[in-house]
């Protein structure tokens, strides 16, 4: 199979599909794989790298979309890209259309198959492909948050984890997921006072045996987000509902109960965001004031530790890459059920249940579109 890897062209996204090491091992397998030049600057991998790992270098996004049966890419393809959409092509990335149905229109009248990292899923019902990003994702959100409390960028002049004598600052995680876990984890490594809110018992019954008792479990109810929401510094929205719109949990009233100078970061803005106040920005424009708090809403966080954020990503993407390549997307997936999952769009048709309640759109079942279920 020939497979195409093309620059990204989100603002500050220098992320790339394939790092070299994963071309190398798609090419041994008997693929050929075509980059558009200078796709990995952003990783530290220069073209010559990529041809020493046995892909063909071409000078133009065209070029690489038009010989490509399957492209591999970081994130959704943008309107400038939806030119090079065709029914023959299988397309492999982040796609995110619950909140975008802009892209989910223009993807069924491409004909194409879209197939979302975001909804495929393992033995085990987990996220694999969303996994690492939510990690980076996770981590980075206390980081920005710390950062954007200083007083100099705006906020209340607090000290994530305080002085002795001086009290920690209040950091409140809405989702215990991989993003609000990791989350977690930096936010109390920072020795902040750390509150985490999510509505599965089982995952605070983990979490609580993971960080112990210096982490405090909130079972989240509308009076819980708004109690603890209200008192924070720092508010981090880190909700999934794979494939399907973030709910909208906190409320502009609640933002204007904050004191003013708090920091929310919506790890949640891919899907829609978690905050009635929150609107997508970019790494060149991160932030803006709403009720007096600081909102940091970048769709593509990860993108800013490029280098990182892509060898973890293809260390989960590459199996999957390869089995498109060797068995082709139907047999690949009627293989698999969680790969199965990943399929959003297929021949003009949306298949997968939350993207199409979450547009408004009607679903066709996926067993319609991947045949008998033997590949055919």
């Not at 890209?81 to 993807?107: C, S």
């Not at 424009?285 to 940091?296: N, S, T």
Request: hydrophobic fraction near 45%.
């Amino acid at each position: 199979m020939r497979i195409g890897v093309p620059r990204e062209i989100k603002v500050q996204e220098h992320r790339v599909g394939l790092t070299p090491t994963s071309v190398r091992e798609l090419v041994h397998h008997g693929h050929e794989v075509v980059v558009e030049r200078g796709c990995g600057e952003g990783i530290g991998c220069d073209d010559e790298a990529y041809r020493r790992a046995g892909a063909v270098v071409v000078d133009e996004a065209a070029e690489v979309w038009s010989r490509a049966e399957l492209v591999v890419k970081v994130k959704e393809p943008l309107p400038e890209e939806h030119r090079f959409l065709r029914p023959d092509l299988v397309l492999f990335t982040y796609l995110h259309l619950a909140a975008d149905r802009r892209l989910t229109e223009a993807l069924l009248a491409s004909g194409c198959v879209a197939i979302a990292y975001e909804t495929v899923r393992d033995d085990a019902g987990r996220l694999p492909l969303l996994a690492p990003m939510s990690e980076v994702a996770g981590r980075m959100s206390v980081q920005v948050g710390a950062h954007y409390l200083e007083k100099e960028q705006g906020g209340r002049g607090i000290l994530l984890g305080g002085v002795p004598g001086v009290e920690a600052a209040k950091v409140v995680v809405l989702g215990g997921g991989t993003a609000g876990t990791n989350a977690v984890r930096v936010a109390m490594g920072m020795e902040a006072r750390v509150y985490v809110l999510d509505r599965a018992l089982p995952r605070l019954y983990e979490l609580d045996l993971q960080f112990g008792p210096m982490l405090n479990t909130i079972y989240s109810t509308v009076e819980a987000v708004e109690t603890h929401v209200v008192d924070a510094d720092l508010v981090i929205g880190a909700v999934l509902v794979p494939g399907a719109a973030a709910p909208r949990l906190v409320t502009r009233e609640m933002l204007r109960a904050m004191r003013p100078g708090s920091v929310f970061v919506d790890v949640s803005i891919d899907q829609g965001g978690t905050a009635e106040t929150s609107r997508p920005t970019t790494h060149d424009d991160p932030v803006y004031v709403e009720e007096g708090v600081i909102h940091y809403c970048v769709t593509n966080m990860p993108g800013a530790v490029p280098r990182t954020s892509t060898y973890a990503l293809n260390n989960a993407t590459l199996p999957y890459v390869l089995r498109l390549a060797d068995l082709g997307w139907r047999w690949a997936l009627s293989a698999d059920p969680g790969f199965a999952e990943g399929l959003n769009v297929a021949a003009g048709e949306l298949v997968h249940p939350a993207v199409a309640a979450s547009v408004g759109l009607p679903a066709t079942p996926r067993a319609r579109v991947l045949g008998s279920g033997d590949g055919t």
